[in-house]
């Protein structure tokens, strides 16, 4: 968990215990009041899961594995391609 959701985590459960009120809990995260009303709630029922965010530890869709990068820009470095711009080079590939 990154020192940001540790942080906001924090704050939501102070303000769950009642230690802050729910604007300055979203005052101090930047967030809206409703929004921070949604965290209290959720955070009451699956606990401090529902702060992280869902998509924290996956890769992107887009994301390319650093073998084949490594793959790729050696071939576009070979002496086949070296003279090629990227888009020609695609387009090589692509046959």
């Known amino acids: 968990m990154s020192e940001q959701a540790l942080w906001k985590l924090a704050l939501i459960k102070a303000a769950v215990e009642g230690k802050y009120t729910v604007n300055e809990v979203a005052r101090k995260l930047s967030l809206g009041a409703r929004r921070v009303k949604q965290l209290k709630k959720a955070f009451r029922e699956h606990g401090a899961s529902a702060v992280i965010h869902g998509n924290s530890g996956r890769h992107p869709a887009n994301y390319t594995?650093?073998?084949?990068?490594?793959?790729?820009?050696a071939l576009k470095k070979s002496d086949n391609y070296n003279q090629t711009n990227f888009t020609h080079f695609k387009e090589l590939r692509a046959r």
């Open 65 to 73: 594995d650093q073998t084949l990068r490594e793959k790729i820009i």
